[in-house]
Nanobody, 125 residues
Framework: QVQLVESGGGLVQAGGSLSLSCAAS????????MGWYRQAPGKQRELVAA???????NYADSVKGRFTISRDNAKNTVYLQMNSLKPEDTAVYYC???????????????????WGKGTQVTVSS
């Protein structure tokens, strides 16, 4: 069993900063890509930022230059530093990871897609 647990988030004024973190735990063989998605009320879930195991990053155009994604492979943790926040950044932020898990009976390693439960980020104007 693998779990992703997010922390951080909250309420901040426009122009402020927040930091999110997401730690993966459980029967992890290795972690491939990790990322953050968000979903605002009435909208579809969208990719915010992603990072590969090698450190390559990808950002949504709307957050480029304001958000920074990073990861600590030793801690199985991904971070999202959010600066210059805008009211339109208000959403539930979800952590996502593609994790290789070794099956108990077969010892075969298979990649699975995991999601955190989400954390609310609210930016007031």
């Amino acid at each position: 069993q693998v779990q992703l647990v997010e922390s951080g988030g909250g309420l901040v004024q426009a122009g402020g900063s927040l930091s999110l973190s997401c730690a993966a735990s459980g029967r992890i063989f290795s972690i491939n890509a990790m990322g953050w998605y968000r979903q605002a009320p009435g909208k579809q879930r969208e990719l915010v930022a992603a990072i590969t195991s090698g450190g390559s990053t990808n950002y949504a155009d709307s957050v480029k230059g304001r958000f920074t994604i990073s990861r600590d492979n030793a801690k199985n943790t991904v971070y999202l530093q959010m600066n210059s926040l805008k009211p339109e950044d208000t959403a539930v932020y979800y952590c996502n990871a593609q994790i290789d898990v070794m099956e108990v009976l077969t010892t075969r390693v298979q990649e699975h897609d995991y999601w955190g439960k989400g954390t609310q980020v609210t930016v007031s104007s």
